[in-house]
């Protein structure tokens, strides 16, 4: 139901945080929000993508693009680990992003994708496609794992508004480090054309990791 939380539970869950150009994240994100700045003019683009295998969308793949941004914090609410705009998601089937879409409002490359996982000796590589096109590559790595349930604020909008949801993670298996020993590879593609690749970190200044977890959505809320 449209007012419920969304469950979406997962095998693999990874997103790296790089360094971008501020002048592009502007142009990423709706004028209400402002990137987040780890340096003068210079913030922050996260690629996440997860392997799920069941809950409200089923077994699909999903591949995000986020600029971080500063989450909208209340007095007496906990605090988030980080606020995000997703301006770009992508998924394996039509059920996957029909969710994004329609319950969640998030904006979607309008065509399938796949999302191939490979894990290996303390890493775990995701590497994204559409019709046999490359769109990215990404290598997380790992430190030391550990139960973890971390808060984020996402935000949306749509022409009948803006939103933020809360959005839960939790695991029992968590790997987070900045130890820079990932990397990302972007490829020309519709999906990435908002991007300057030249001007992107290829190494992440954070890698996170979880196994066996449950993304879960709180309601929308109108801001």
């Not at 988030?80 to 039509?94: N, R």
């Not at 319950?103 to 490359?109: A, E, I, V, Y």
């Not at 900045?178 to 999906?191: A, K, T």
């Not at 290829?202 to 929308?220: C, H, I, S």
Request: aromatic share 10%; net charge negative.
């Amino acid at each position: 139901m449209p007012g419920d939380r969304g469950h979406y539970y997962f095998n693999h869950g990874l997103s790296c945080l790089f360094e971008m150009p501020t002048s592009v994240a502007r142009r990423l994100v709706p004028s209400h929000l402002q990137p987040l700045e780890v340096q003068h003019e210079r913030s922050v683009l996260s690629v996440t993508a997860f392997d799920f295998f069941g809950g409200d969308g089923g077994v699909f793949q999903e591949l995000v693009l986020s600029v971080l941004v500063p989450p909208l914090v209340k007095p007496g609410d906990p605090l988030p680990k980080a606020g995000l705009y997703p301006f770009v998601v992508a998924t394996s089937t039509k059920v996957g992003r029909r969710e994004g879409v329609d319950r969640w409002k998030l904006p979607h490359l309008m065509q399938d994708v796949e999302v191939v996982f490979t894990e290996g000796d303390s890493q775990i590589s995701a590497a994204a496609s559409a019709d046999g096109e490359p769109i990215l590559e990404l290598i997380a790595t790992s430190h030391r794992f550990e139960p973890a349930e971390l808060l984020f604020h996402a935000f949306m909008c749509d022409a009948g508004g803006s939103y933020k949801a809360d959005l839960t993670m939790r695991g029992a298996s968590y790997s987070e480090h900045e130890f820079e020993r990932g990397s990302l590879v972007i490829h020309p593609h519709e999906m990435t054309d908002g991007l300057t690749r030249d001007e992107i970190a290829d190494t992440p200044f954070r890698e996170q990791w979880m196994k066996t977890g449950v993304e879960v959505f709180a309601p929308l809320e109108a801001i």
